[in-house]
């Protein structure tokens, strides 16, 4: 594949994720999950063929860049709304975490120019894009599975009608309320049961039961108290 035709490749890909992620979209565990690993090893695999030798500058810059890809990643899956729609899990992607993807963009400029200065010509030229890009993708995947593993949303059904990791424990299956994405504090509060140590169900339910109970036996035995004085000087 020559350079230009690759990075029209690149490009048309990133706008197509960049454009659904706007847009929304129910997310299916293999494309989330596996293709972001197929694109990293499919990518990494290409490297040293046509001709093209690895030398240890390559992999330092490599290594350099493939780190600013993950972190990156990471930061657009914390950026993202997260939430369950249809008993699914639903993605979007706000309009203000486009500065990651410019972020994105801009690095593996200044890396290109970086690794020429330095002789790195494999990791100076559009060969690692497609590695780096499933890099990416794979950091962001990293949150979402967490979301995911989390709130016990499944992933929303593949085209043969099966959900990816459908049969881990925790799974639910009814829609649960939007909530704003990992970052925050995930929709779905574990209730502590009976069962459970004391120290980790709130008192403040049972004070308030307790002094409730108690004013209601007060009120009624200043009652009988009274009716009692009446009986006995009732002439």
Same mark, same amino acid.
């Given at each position: 594949?020559?350079?230009?035709? +690759?990075?029209?490749?690149?490009?048309?890909?990133?706008?197509?994720?960049?454009? #659904?992620?706007?847009?929304?979209?129910? $997310? +299916?565990?293999?494309?989330?999950?596996?293709?972001?690993?197929?694109?990293?090893?499919?990518?990494?695999?290409?490297? &040293? @063929?046509?001709?093209?030798?690895?030398?240890?500058?390559?992999?330092?810059?490599?290594?350099?860049?493939?780190?600013?890809?993950?972190?990156?990643?990471?930061?657009?899956? /914390?950026?993202?709304? =997260?939430?369950?729609?249809?008993?699914? $899990?639903?993605?979007?992607?706000?309009?203000?975490?486009?500065?990651?993807?410019?972020? =994105?963009?801009?690095?593996?400029?200044?890396? @290109?120019?970086?690794?020429?200065?330095?002789?790195?010509?494999?990791?100076?030229?559009?060969?690692?894009?497609?590695?780096?890009? &499933?890099?990416?993708?794979?950091?962001?995947?990293?949150?979402?599975? #967490?979301?995911?593993? %989390? @709130?016990?949303?499944?992933?929303?059904?593949? *085209?043969?009608?099966?959900?990816?990791?459908?049969?881990?424990?925790?799974?639910? @299956?009814?829609?649960?309320?939007?909530?704003?994405?990992?970052?925050?504090?995930?929709?779905?509060?574990?209730?502590? *049961? %009976?069962?459970?140590?004391?120290?980790?169900?709130?008192?403040?339910?049972?004070?308030?039961? =307790?002094?409730?109970?108690?004013?209601? +036996?007060?009120?009624? =035995?200043?009652?009988? /108290?009274?009716?009692?004085?009446? +009986?006995?000087?009732?002439?």
């Amino acid at each position: 594949m020559s350079e230009v035709i +690759r990075v029209l490749v690149v490009i048309a890909v990133i706008g197509y994720v960049i454009g #659904r992620q706007l847009i929304g979209e129910p $997310l +299916r565990g293999k494309r989330v999950v596996l293709l972001p690993v197929i694109l990293a090893v499919a990518g990494a695999a290409d490297l &040293g @063929t046509h001709g093209r030798h690895v030398r240890p500058a390559d992999v330092a810059c490599l290594v350099i860049s493939g780190l600013i890809a993950l972190t990156i990643g990471l930061l657009q899956g /914390r950026k993202m709304r =997260l939430e369950s729609r249809n008993g699914a $899990l639903w993605g979007q992607m706000p309009v203000r975490g486009l500065w990651l993807w410019a972020v =994105l963009i801009g690095a593996r400029l200044i890396m @290109t120019v970086i690794a020429l200065a330095v002789g790195a010509k494999v990791a100076g030229s559009s060969a690692p894009i497609i590695m780096l890009l &499933g890099i990416n993708r794979i950091g962001q995947a990293a949150i979402v599975m #967490r979301y995911a593993v %989390a @709130t016990g949303i499944p992933f929303a059904p593949e *085209k043969d009608g099966s959900s990816f990791l459908s049969g881990l424990p925790g799974r639910i @299956t009814g829609p649960q309320s939007g909530s704003p994405g990992p970052g925050s504090q995930y929709p779905l509060q574990h209730e502590p *049961k %009976a069962s459970e140590p004391a120290d980790n169900r709130s008192t403040v339910p049972d004070l308030q039961i =307790l002094a409730r109970n108690a004013g209601e +036996r007060g009120a009624r =035995l200043a009652v009988e /108290r009274r009716a009692r004085r009446r +009986r006995r000087y009732r002439p």
